[in-house]
């Protein structure tokens, strides 16, 4: 009988990280370099974006540091999927940015490389920003925790099923679902 292989998961996310701590080289737990030591099938790539705004990082810089952590992957033969940024009650500009950036890496990050596959792979981005935002940008009441960055159990749902309904065909290309 052939071997059916089973789906498991890592998490190796650190609260606080901007795309600096992510990239090749930074010897920070949870880099793209632990995550390709842990030979995954998949990585899936999650930055709400507001610590890099914060730390002065331009849009192009945030894109760039994001392809440099798939180009890593890739290298190693691991498929990189990318969530979009994340609403925040900050102020208008910052919300208007976040927003473009998350635009910006859909269209930047819209297909990607997986193995196995001559042409390239869609869909692999996730956009969170657009369900969690309300009209103004910030997060939704709804999925607001209350301090206007954070999200509720009902924020983290709508990430899990909007996640889900993009990683989940890929995942059961590789391995028997159910």
Same mark, same amino acid.
């Given at each position: 009988?052939?071997?059916?292989?089973?789906f498991?998961?890592?998490?190796?996310? @650190?609260?606080?990280?901007?795309?600096?701590?992510?990239?090749p080289?930074?010897k !920070?737990?949870?880099s793209?370099?632990? #995550?390709? =030591?842990e030979?995954p099938?998949l990585?899936?790539g999650?930055?709400?974006?507001?610590?890099d705004l914060?730390?002065?990082?331009?849009q192009?810089?945030?894109?760039?540091r994001l392809t440099?952590?798939?180009?890593?992957?890739?290298?190693?033969g691991v498929p990189?999927f990318? @969530?979009s940024?994340a609403?925040k009650?900050?102020?208008?500009?910052?919300r208007s !940015?976040?927003?473009d950036w998350?635009? #910006?890496? =859909?269209?930047?990050f819209?297909?990607?490389?997986?193995p196995?596959?001559a042409a390239?792979?869609?869909?692999c981005?996730?956009?969170i920003?657009?369900p969690?935002a309300?009209?103004?940008l910030g997060?939704?009441?709804?999925y607001?925790?209350g301090d206007?960055?954070?999200?509720n159990?009902g924020?983290?749902a709508t990430i899990?099923?909007?996640?889900e309904?993009i990683v989940?065909?890929?995942?059961?290309s590789?391995?028997?679902?159910?």
């Open positions: 009988d052939a071997v059916v292989p089973t498991s998961s890592s998490n190796l996310a @650190v609260g606080g990280y901007t795309t600096v701590e992510l990239l080289g930074s !920070a737990h949870g793209i370099d632990d #995550a390709i =030591s030979r099938n990585n899936l999650s930055l709400a974006g507001s610590n914060s730390a002065g990082t331009s192009s810089t945030f894109l760039s440099s952590v798939r180009d890593a992957a890739k290298t190693a990189v990318f @969530v940024t609403p009650d900050l102020s208008d500009s910052e !940015a976040l927003r998350a635009a #910006a890496m =859909s269209t930047t819209a297909t990607c490389w997986v196995e596959r390239a792979y869609e869909p981005f996730i956009d920003f657009a969690l309300n009209a103004s997060i939704a009441s709804a607001g925790a206007g960055i954070h999200l159990h924020g983290h899990f099923e909007v996640a309904a989940k065909p890929y995942v059961c590789r391995v028997a679902c159910r």
